[in-house]
């Protein structure tokens, strides 16, 4: 039987904790079916997947918060953790005997290589296992009802494009003072300028200064000391 294309959740047989997309894994998680506090429960898009059948027959799993595909990190093998990329990896998806569960498959590595789940803790990494006659390595896949995952698409889209405002906004403030910044950065080097040429003027105007009363010193040395009646060459040894 296969698989209509559209946004599924995909939800372990064995551990009922669902596929999950957190930080570049695929992992097992669960969360609340009853909240204890009443409250509007947003749909956790990083659980929803939109299954695609490609033209060849096999599936394409895209997670709807981050829109990577599931994918394996190198060359599949046993053990391999799962993850999600920007590049698209197909997959198998067959109906077992037992109707309503699923396993997810790859042959590229000339074996049937299952979707699985090791343990029931929070955040386990799915992986690939080499048996799929076991509940642990086999799904079941619920149809999410397209109307609700719109609507919380739509909202994460609006608060999106409010963050995006504000971080605009931002954006533009820091420009503005960078702008001042920059403005009050020319007038300071500009005073440092005119501060730098008066000090250069002044240290000029006083070697120039002191220069020319040296030179009238040593001009009139001789006059001032015959005013002070003091021959000019008094106190000079001729012998």
Do not use: C
């Not at 894994?25 to 956790?44: F, L, M, Q």
């Not at 997959?91 to 498959?105: L, S």
């Not at 007038?187 to 030179?215: I, M, P, W």
């Amino acid at each position: 039987m296969s698989i209509d294309p559209g946004a599924y959740e995909i939800r372990n047989v064995m551990y009922q904790n669902y596929a999950n997309q957190y930080e570049g894994k695929v992992v097992g998680y669960a969360d609340h079916d009853v909240p204890s506090i009443p409250r509007d429960v947003d749909v956790d898009l990083t659980a929803i997947w939109s299954i695609s059948r490609l033209n060849n027959g096999k599936y394409t799993l895209r997670n709807i918060d981050s829109n990577d595909y599931a994918a394996s990190r190198t060359f599949p093998s046993i053990e391999e953790n799962i993850i999600v990329t920007p590049a698209l990896q197909q997959w198998d998806i067959k109906e077992t005997a037992i109707k309503g569960r699923y396993v997810i498959y790859t042959t590229a590595a000339d074996i049937e290589l299952f979707w699985g789940l090791t343990n029931g803790w929070l955040f386990t990494e799915i992986s690939l296992r080499d048996i799929p006659n076991t509940p642990s390595n086999q799904w079941q896949l619920t149809k999410f009802d397209s109307w609700r995952l719109l609507g919380q698409v739509r909202k994460k889209l609006a608060e999106l494009r409010h963050v995006n405002s504000r971080l605009s906004e931002d954006y533009q403030k820091l420009r503005d003072d960078y702008s001042k910044l920059q403005d009050e950065h020319t007038k300071l080097q500009d005073e440092h300028t005119k501060l730098s040429n008066t000090a250069e003027r002044r240290d000029g105007d006083a070697v120039e200064a002191v220069q020319k009363g040296g030179a009238r010193n040593l001009k009139a040395g001789p006059n001032s000391r015959r005013r002070e009646g003091v021959p000019p060459f008094a106190g000079r040894d001729w012998t």
